[in-house]
């Protein structure tokens, strides 16, 4: 059964010193946005933000990044399958976010059509969700002060 919580992972990859970013194009909508999904009933977010990205990238990491922004998303926009076990007074459901370094190639689930990896500002410029920039703006000042 669907948690009321939804996961967004930011997969990222260190090259010759560079950070680029994978952004995924969406299979039933024309737009661009991070490694997205709903978590399962007894999950933690972390457990199904590493579920999430093997079942839509085929990635696996043991470098995640559990990161501060958080982000409330209508729960209209989940389907009525998954909301009606839900309280029926759930209007929003709380989105939280982490990055991951990905050293596996990615494999696309049926998902997504492609995807790119970008530098920051490419990968900023191509989202489409506030929430997606946030987390990205978040998990590339992380990254760099690590570097």
């Avoid at 709903?38 to 579920?51: D, Q, V």
């Avoid at 696996?60 to 998954?82: F, G, N, R, T």
């Avoid at 050293?103 to 489409?128: P, Q």
């Amino acid at each position: 059964m669907r948690s009321a919580f939804q996961i967004l992972a930011i997969p990222y990859q260190i090259i010759d010193g560079s950070l680029f970013y994978c952004v995924f194009h969406r299979a039933d909508f024309n737009q661009w946005q991070f490694i997205a999904g709903g978590g399962e009933e007894g999950e933690t977010s972390l457990e199904a933000a590493k579920r999430e990205t093997f079942e839509e990238s085929g990635a696996q990491s043991d470098k995640w990044v559990e990161l501060k922004s958080l982000s409330y998303i209508p729960a209209e926009v989940i389907s009525e399958k998954h909301r009606k076990y839900w309280r029926k007074d759930t209007y929003v459901i709380p989105e939280y976010t982490f990055g991951f370094e990905c050293k596996d190639d990615i494999k696309l689930s049926r998902e997504h059509t492609e995807f790119v990896w970008l530098n920051y500002d490419e990968a900023l410029k191509k989202l489409k969700w506030d929430s997606n920039r946030t987390a990205l703006y978040e998990l590339n000042c992380r990254l760099k002060v690590r570097q």
